[in-house]
């Protein structure tokens, strides 16, 4: 499968080396996950299968990410610089890009995972999601395990009782307490979106197709 490139231009390897320097982003967070280098075939592999390769420097070879782990990065889209001699790579991990066990490579040792964006953690929390639905053996003490173990129905009862607490807070403007009952409510509505295979992609591609679109409400009211 072929990656999707957003740049019409080559990618130019250095003449000395051979290389050109490739930076890893999270395309859910946003977050910058490592640095690597592509020579001619590595970057081929790449766009060619769909997962990243790179040319490692340390073992003179190609080298797939993810090829002992099982940590792959999915490539989403490539970016090509200005000068035609770096590339972006949005990509998806099957888990920590590290081999440290963290998130990114650029997290301190003792660090969980570097901070997201606001935006960028609710795809980070859809992706746990997913995982607790397919590996529920990996958290079988999970309350996202337990509400997938109750079904569709159940889930959608909490989103319900949640948006009721919410409106609650919000119409007796408690402002103390309603980050925290809309927090409930993003958390269930991601959980019902997952159980109903849906993704919040799909939910924000609409919300951008409707921005896109003129105002028309005029034309049906009156």
Not at 60 to 75: A, D, I, M, P, Q
Not at 90 to 115: D, I, M
Not at 117 to 136: D, H, K, M, S, Y
């Amino acid at each position: 499968m072929s990656a999707a490139s957003t740049s019409p231009t080559s990618l130019h390897f250095d003449a000395s080396t051979g290389l050109a320097p490739a930076i890893i982003q999270d395309a859910d967070t946003g977050q910058v996950l490592m640095l690597g280098y592509f020579n001619a075939e590595a970057w081929a592999k790449t766009q060619h299968e769909g997962r990243v390769t790179f040319f490692s420097r340390s073992k003179n070879r190609l080298w797939t990410k993810g090829e002992s782990s099982g940590n792959y990065l999915t490539v989403v889209s490539t970016h090509i610089d200005c000068d035609a001699d770096t590339v972006l790579i949005r990509a998806l991990p099957a888990g920590p890009t590290c081999h440290r066990g963290t998130v990114s490579c650029f997290v301190q040792p003792e660090q969980l995972q570097a901070p997201a964006a606001p935006i960028g953690f609710l795809g980070a929390l859809e992706r746990l999601i997913v995982e607790r639905q397919q590996f529920p053996e990996r958290a079988p003490t999970s309350y996202t395990v337990s509400l997938f173990k109750k079904g569709l129905p159940k889930i959608a009862q909490k989103v319900g009782e949640e948006a009721v607490e919410t409106v609650i807070d919000a119409v007796a403007g408690h402002r103390e307490t309603l980050p925290g009952e809309v927090a409930d409510l993003l958390y269930h509505l991601l959980v019902l979106l997952v159980a109903s295979g849906v993704s919040m992609a799909e939910v924000i591609e609409v919300l951008q197709e409707r921005h896109r679109l003129p105002n028309t409400r005029h034309l049906t009211e009156g």
